[in-house]
């Protein structure tokens, strides 16, 4: 036991010295170490938080012994604490690699699920690109896709319910902005893709009535009076309802039905 402990210390150092080197320098530290404890050492540093040198250790097991059924789950822990650390470039691509070389493994779901982590906790708000969000959505719709009765496919419905709702917050930013402008056929087309892509989001009353100010505002009262009538339909205890039947009635008009609008098309 003291001599294992002994080897953890020394080993310790020694990866403390290639986390401060460049990988040049790194070449030059090499150490052979017993497979074992490399693993070890990674899992001891990882329940200690040291989430950089578990990282170092996990990709030593690779390195050292490659062809090892530790180098497998080391490649997987490797992104795991790299995802603590909060390098999610790094966790990815390790994630990545690790399905690359095993597909089929038993852990590859975890490995989808992580990849979906990263970029859903790199989500920023609305004022910002929405490039993240965006990838957050994708890697969650593949989790789910490949894997609907594993543990992690409810949670990556519940996140996939709010990027759905971030991104509907970004077209409506995008679009309140056109519409302040009076660039009314920008803003209804991004009031028509929340509507068409993100009906179910908390945004789609506000979306509608949108539409209803920038269907008047261009004069295609139909429109105006059929959108009133679909947030009518949905949500008739809403705010953006009462706005919009307001709107309508300075025009003498009031919410109606239309057959042949895309709306009717969408909530037939």
């Not at 929405?130 to 719709?141: M, P, S, V, Y």
């Not at 307001?246 to 919410?255: H, M, Q, T």
């Not at 895309?262 to 909530?267: D, P």
Request: proline share 3%.
């Amino acid at each position: 036991m003291a001599n294992d402990w002994l080897k953890k210390s020394v080993l310790g150092a020694s990866l403390l010295a290639l986390a401060a080197c460049g990988s040049s320098d790194s070449e030059d530290r090499y150490v052979a170490r017993d497979v074992e404890v490399l693993y070890n050492l990674g899992q001891d540093q990882l329940q200690r938080g040291n989430y950089r040198l578990a990282a170092v250790a996990f990709d030593e097991v690779e390195r050292q012994h490659p062809y090892s059924i530790w180098a497998r789950r080391a490649q997987l822990m490797a992104a795991y604490a790299s995802y603590q650390s909060n390098k999610y470039d790094d966790a990815i691509l390790a994630a990545e690699r690790f399905l690359q070389l095993h597909p089929g493994n038993s852990s590859a779901p975890y490995a989808y699920y992580l990849i979906a982590l990263c970029h859903y906790e790199r989500i920023t708000g609305v004022g910002r690109d929405q490039e993240e969000t965006a990838k957050a959505q994708n890697a969650l719709i593949e989790v789910i896709r490949r894997f609907p009765d594993s543990e992690y496919a409810e949670d990556a419905k519940l996140k996939l319910a709010l990027t759905s709702d971030h991104l509907a917050g970004k077209d409506m930013e995008v679009g309140r902005f056109y519409l302040n402008r009076q660039e009314y056929l920008a803003a209804i087309g991004r009031f028509r893709n929340v509507i068409e892509q993100y009906q179910t989001t908390s945004h789609a009353p506000e979306a509608l009535h949108r539409l209803v100010e920038s269907y008047l505002a261009l004069g295609i009262k139909h429109e105006a009076q059929m959108a009133a009538a679909v947030l009518g339909h949905n949500f008739p205890d809403s705010k953006w309802y009462r706005h919009s039947y307001r709107l309508l009635g300075d025009e003498d008009l009031a919410p109606e039905d239309s057959e042949g609008s895309w709306l009717s098309k969408l909530f037939s």
